[in-house]
């Protein structure tokens, strides 16, 4: 049996795939050698953290704080940093109880920072937390 938790990490990953601009979306990937042309978007399953808690019936929930990280390499990454996160945001706001699987979703901005490489192009790399508010009926569904 799938967890609530696995379903929503696994609604929002399906829904990043699908975004526009042709960015590579992986899910706790490990970092690879190349930042593929377009982009990369690594999905982080972050943490549930502590849930509140009513009584009758009995429920948690859960504001889950995941988290995305964007690389870009070459270019005009100010220009392409933007156009990729504004996707992110209109993917995210077009749905955000990821199609009735998620309570709400809401994302943070952006923290980016550029990473020099010797004798490579600069990379853009940024960290987007992503809530998920979702409930359960046990601490471990």
Known sequence: ???RRETVLKALHEAL???PGGATVMRNAVLPERIPDAGL???RDGTPGTPEVTLSPLRWHWQHRAELEVFLRGGDLDERFDALTAAIGALL???RTLGGICDWIEAE????ADLPVEGATTIRAAALGITLHYTTADALA
């Open 41 to 43: 978007v690594i999905l």
């Open 93 to 95: 706001a077009g749905d």
């Open 17 to 19: 795939l699908g975004m």
């Open 1 to 3: 049996m799938i967890t």
């Open 109 to 112: 901005a952006p923290e980016p």
